[in-house]
């Protein structure tokens, strides 16, 4: 598949595979009730516009590969209220249950030694549907489709939307510089490391001294 394919037919069909994937992960969430409470499950299928961009980053806009070269086509967000929920969800192990999971493709982002500058915090996992489900007519499109599960705090969320919509997504003008925008991003950073940090760490002690 190519970026035109993806445009006339792959955007609807991946589209319909993460609404797919939020409904698995809500009915397997809800049927638990030793799970912590989520604050939403979120799903979208990658824009052209913006899957376009980043090909044309990677210097590959010509490929024919394009759902083997990309791994977020579609994709789903759990979004939980504290890194105490988050860590119960993972320890749950319901992705692995409901799902066949890349193992390769996982992915935990936070600040390392070696990455300082990373504020983005969230594990990210790539998964198919399993062969069990995909036998099922309401699924058998999906079949070998992947999809990319981000699970990640409401604070955290809210960070990499707004710094994400403002840096990254054509909302700075032609007119903006590179110091301008580099002065943006810094700021982004101080607000993580001076408010959001501080606040996830107090509403997990609340959540424990309950």
């Known amino acids: 598949m190519n970026i035109k394919d993806y445009e006339k037919n792959g955007f609807e069909i991946y589209k319909a595979f993460a609404k797919a994937v939020k409904y698995i992960l809500e009915q397997a969430i809800q049927s638990d009730n030793s799970l912590p409470r989520i604050q939403s499950v979120q799903c979208r299928a990658k824009e052209t516009r913006s899957l376009q961009s980043r090909l044309v980053e990677a210097g590959n806009l010509d490929t024919q590969t394009l759902e083997i070269d990309r791994r977020d086509l579609a ?3 759990v979004i939980f209220y504290t890194n105490n929920d988050v860590y119960d969800f993972l320890n749950s192990h319901l992705i692995r249950k409901n799902f066949d999971i890349e193992e390769d493709s996982t992915k935990i982002y936070y600040a390392t030694q070696e990455k300082k500058d990373v504020r983005y915090r969230a594990i990210h996992y790539t998964v198919r549907l399993r062969e069990e489900r995909t036998r099922l007519p309401e699924y058998m499109r ?3 489709l992947r999809c990319e599960i981000q699970i990640q705090t409401i604070l955290n ?3 990499s939307e707004t710094s994400h919509d403002i840096i990254y ?4 003008c032609d007119g903006y510089g590179k110091k301008a925008k580099e002065v943006i991003t810094r700021r982004f950073k101080w607000i993580m490391d001076q408010y959001l940090i501080p606040a996830g760490f107090e ?3 609340a959540q424990e001294e309950q």
């Open 75 to 77: 994709g789903v967000r």
């Open 142 to 144: 999906f079949a070998g």
């Open 157 to 159: 969320h809210a960070w």
């Open 169 to 172: 997504k054509d909302k700075l």
């Open 203 to 205: 509403m997990q002690k």
